[in-house]
T-cell receptor
Framework: DSGVTQTPKHLITATGQRVTLRCSPRSGDLSVYWYQQSLDQGLQFLIQYYNGEERAKGNILERFSAQQFPDLHSELNLSSLELGDSALYFC?????????????FGEGSRLTVL | QKEVEQDPGPLSVPEGAIVSLNCTYSNSAFQYFMWYRQYSRKGPELLMYTYSSGNKEDGRFTAQVDKSSKYISLFIRDSQPSDSATYLCAMSAHAGGTSYGKLTFGQGTILTVHP
């Protein structure tokens, strides 16, 4: 168990809908990262937050947004969903500045868009 | 062309075999190199971490980095059925402490070790 909790584990929805994925980082970790894993693209970095502030952005679509709350949990909002958004969405957390490259990943939220 | 290329396999070996997993990359700014292991229906977990060129050994695992060739490897000795998983290489340019989590991953190699 990595200590990172993601909900829901599975989500099935229709095109055009909006969903929210939730992540609770490991106790004490101030950084939260969101990654998308699909068969064709692999594991892709979406966005990073540190102590409530956005710190790095990857190939995140404009239809997607995220935030980190004062209690350090994070939410990833996906809107106007398309079939191609079906993927595993991982949250990871870390102690920023540790320099070891160790991200602790949750078990992911599997999104299926029909 | 992707920044990090990794043969997706699948790779199937008998128990006890030496396994070699490899990645190539194109971004010269990458300085930090990692191998993650991902079991089915689980998130990736860090196996090995190396900085710049050289070798690093941890038990049955050895990671090698050759920056001149932009090539990294992971060797698994005396492979076990419990090693069956997807192995992902990952890299970071580490532009600063606040962005080091921006890892670029390879596609992952699916490894099966059969008894």
């Amino acid at each position: 168990d990595s200590g990172v909790t993601q909900t829901p584990k599975h989500l099935i929805t229709a095109t055009g809908q909006r969903v929210t994925l939730r992540c609770s980082p490991r106790s004490g970790d101030l950084s939260v990262y969101w990654y998308q894993q699909s068969l064709d693209q692999g594991l892709q970095f979406l966005i990073q937050y540190y102590n409530g502030e956005e710190r790095a952005k990857g190939n995140i679509l404009e239809r997607f947004s995220a935030q980190q709350f004062p209690d350090l949990h994070s939410e990833l909002n996906l809107s106007s969903l398309e079939l191609g958004d079906s993927a595993l969405y991982f949250c990871a957390s870390s102690v920023v500045g540790a320099g070891t490259g160790e991200l602790f990943f949750g078990e992911g939220s599997r999104l299926t868009v029909l | 062309q992707k920044e990090v290329e990794q043969d997706p396999g699948p790779l199937s070996v008998p128990e006890g075999a030496i396994v070699s997993l490899n990645c190539t990359y194109s971004n010269s700014a990458f300085q930090y190199f990692m191998w993650y292991r991902q079991y089915s229906r689980k998130g990736p977990e860090l196996l090995m971490y190396t900085y710049s060129s050289g070798n690093k050994e941890d038990g049955r695992f050895t990671a090698q980095v050759d920056k001149s060739s932009k090539y990294i490897s992971l060797f698994i000795r005396d492979s076990q059925p419990s090693d069956s998983a997807t192995y992902l290489c990952a890299m970071s340019a580490h532009a600063g402490g606040t962005s080091y989590g921006k890892l670029t991953f390879g596609q992952g190699t699916i490894l099966t070790v059969h008894p």
